[in-house]
């Protein structure tokens, strides 16, 4: 069973950029497809990026599309999150997961993921 712990949130202004991390422990970190989510205060909890275990492939959400990006450490058991060109609409609690059976269909569903970080608060003033 995996253990993740998500870290470098802050408040940022519009424009700025903001890396936000994910360490994980317990598990063969290698085994697991991780993503990225989000949710804002009264909203749904929203697909943001997934990488699947060989770290291959990346998907991402629609509205960070071409401003984030997603990368993986496997030997540093880490996962991390740059965003760029950050926007009020990004403010959020930001959630690392992991699945061991992700299936590719299903990238975008937070049901996929069994383990979760705690989240970290990204907050991008006007």
């Known amino acids: 069973q995996v253990h993740l712990v998500e870290s470098g949130g802050g408040l940022v202004q519009t424009g700025n950029s903001l890396r936000i991390s994910c360490a994980a422990s317990?598990?063969?970190?290698?085994?697991?497809?991780l993503a990225w989510f989000r949710q804002a205060p009264g909203k749904e909890r929203e697909f943001v990026a997934a990488n699947r275990r060989s770290g291959t492939s990346t998907y991402y959400g629609d509205s960070v599309k071409g401003r984030f990006t997603m990368s993986r450490e496997n030997a540093k058991n880490m996962v991390y999150l740059q965003m760029n060109s950050l926007l009020p609409e990004d403010t959020a609690v930001y959630y690392c997961a992991a699945s061991s059976t992700l299936i590719l269909s299903q990238v975008r569903s937070h049901e996929s993921y069994a383990y979760w970080g705690q989240g970290t608060q990204v907050t991008v003033s006007s």
């Open positions: 317990g598990g063969t970190f290698s085994n697991y497809a």
